[in-house]
């Protein structure tokens, strides 16, 4: 690894040699849904990560890339815009039985990589393993200078109340620092009349 804490860095993951002729870094497909359902939600309740229905995989499945072994799933993370400089790195897991041979090292090197192709400048990450992200040149960052859309997973999590993760952010340009404390873009107000999708025509609901 080429990278110094708090610094850009040029990789590619994507174009490593791979350490294994059978890995493969590839971004997910729907098929992969199953077996990445059970990869989270097998950490989900050990109360690592937050879980994920069916209906979310699909719905950010182009935010992921996954990592198999002979064709098997070996590892998953994702990359979810929020704003047009940054980026969260979330849902990241390596089967249990494949940890400690690099592939979450390439898998999230490989959304970093995205994360440079598509422009973005800061990616940050909410994580029990601060160690980690700190190899790939991730540094701890005071969770209040995130956006506050970035804490939306935070309302349905079981441990809200008392939360151990840190956050952690890494630098894709060199002032990507400046976009920490920024508040996020102000959400236009939300005016009625309210339309609700059923069935046949629109039914317009007065509000109040
Ligand atoms: C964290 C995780 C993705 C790491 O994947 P991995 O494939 O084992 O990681 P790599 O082999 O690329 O890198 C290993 C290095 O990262 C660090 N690391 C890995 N897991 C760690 C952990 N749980 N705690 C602290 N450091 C850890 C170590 O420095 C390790 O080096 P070592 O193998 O010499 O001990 C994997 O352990 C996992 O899926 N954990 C459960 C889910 C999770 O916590 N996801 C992170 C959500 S933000």
Not at 111 to 117: F, K, S, W
């Amino acid at each position: 690894m080429r990278n110094h804490p708090g610094q850009a860095v040029e990789m590619d993951f994507l174009t490593a040699p791979h350490t294994h002729p059978a890995v493969q870094i590839r971004p997910a497909e729907l098929s992969d849904v199953p077996a990445m359902l059970g990869l989270i939600n097998n950490y989900a309740a050990q109360a690592i990560m937050l879980p994920r229905t069916e209906l979310e995989l699909c719905e950010s499945l182009r935010d992921f890339m996954v990592a198999t072994d002979a064709g098997q799933l070996a590892g998953c993370g994702a990359l979810h815009f929020y704003t047009q400089h940054m980026a969260e790195l979330r849902s990241l897991a390596v089967a249990p039985h494949k940890t400690h041979s690099g592939l979450g090292q390439r898998i999230a090197g490989a959304l970093l990589d995205q994360a440079r192709q598509f422009g973005v400048d800061l990616v940050f990450v909410f994580t029990y393993v601060p160690g980690f992200f700190e190899r790939l040149g991730f540094q701890l960052v005071d969770r209040g200078a995130l956006p506050l859309k970035a804490w939306k997973d935070c309302l349905r999590c079981p441990k809200f109340q008392a939360c151990d993760e840190v956050a952690m952010s890494y630098l894709v340009t060199p002032g990507g620092a400046i976009y920490m404390s920024a508040p996020a873009p102000a959400e236009p107000p939300v005016e009625g009349p309210f339309l609700l999708p059923i069935l046949g025509q629109p039914r317009i609901l007065d509000k109040g």
